[in-house]
T-cell receptor, first 114, second 111 residues
Framework: DAGVIQSPRHEVTEMGQEVTLRCKPISGHNSLFWYRQTMMRGLELLIYFNNNVPIDDSGMPEDRFSAKMPNASFSTLKIQPSEPRDSAVYFC????????????FGDGTRLSIL | GENVEQHPSTLSVQEGDSAVIKCTYSDSASNYFPWYKQELGKRPQLIID?????GEKKDQRIAVTLNKTAKHFSLHITETQPEDSAVYFCAGGQAGTALIFGKGTTLSVSS
């Protein structure tokens, strides 16, 4: 199994630009989670999907952030326009079912907004 | 909603000693408590988990205990080794909701 696949691994861009992060969950997993990790705030849940439907997006910081899951094998997290305070590592994770099962994390995207 | 507190934030031990990390949770409906290890620059990886119908679980040098009445759970690492050095995260949640993570404990094992 390839695990959760995220792209890009690193992204450096100027403030104001649109940023799109991508995630492919483990095949057969029907829950997908987006997290943001910073030194100050730790690991924060942004949004999670179950069967491609957003269940809880209360962690999305602002309207500049949006997430989609058009099918069971792909999700995107978009920031538009980006700001320097969005700099962080963004992780995607997936798990089986809506009952709490182990979440498996991708390698993350390290985002730097200049 | 759930709130998970984790202590200590940093922990330094000598190789061979034991390390204990403690977490408390607020939502009595939470029934699943995983622990993750994150090495520098890498992704969090699940090392052990426990569900609320069990009080203790062991896997070689790692054990987790759960006290539902007091709403706290702990990670115990025995015979620590330098490769145990990492950031450890506890988390809690219940069926149908997402996990809430603690702030993490940076464990340093010196040889």
């Amino acid at each position: 199994d390839a695990g959760v696949i995220q792209s890009p691994r690193h992204e450096v861009t100027e403030m104001g630009q649109e940023v799109t992060l991508r995630c492919k969950p483990i095949s057969g997993h029907n829950s997908l989670f987006w997290y943001r990790q910073t030194m100050m705030r730790g690991l924060e849940l942004l949004i999670y999907f179950n069967n491609n439907v957003p269940i809880d997006d209360s962690g999305m910081p602002e309207d500049r952030f949006s997430a989609k899951m058009p099918n069971a094998s792909f999700s995107t997290l978009k920031i538009q326009p980006s700001e320097p305070r969005d700099s962080a590592v963004y992780f995607c994770a997936s798990s089986v079912g809506q009952r709490n099962q182990p979440q498996h994390f991708g390698d993350g995207t390290r985002l730097s907004i200049l | 909603g759930e709130n998970v507190e984790q202590h200590p934030s940093t922990l330094s031990v000598q190789e061979g000693d034991s390390a204990v990390i403690k977490c408390t949770y607020s939502d009595s409906a939470s029934n699943y408590f995983p622990w993750y290890k994150q090495e520098l620059g890498k992704r969090p990886q699940l090392i052990i988990d426990i569900r609320s119908n069990v009080g203790e679980k062991k896997d070689q040098r790692i054990a987790v205990t759960l006290n539902k009445t007091a709403k706290h759970f702990s990670l115990h690492i025995t015979e620590t080794q330098p490769e145990d050095s990492a950031v450890y995260f506890c988390a809690g949640g219940q069926a149908g909701t997402a996990l809430i993570f603690g702030k993490g404990t940076t464990l340093s094992v010196s040889s």
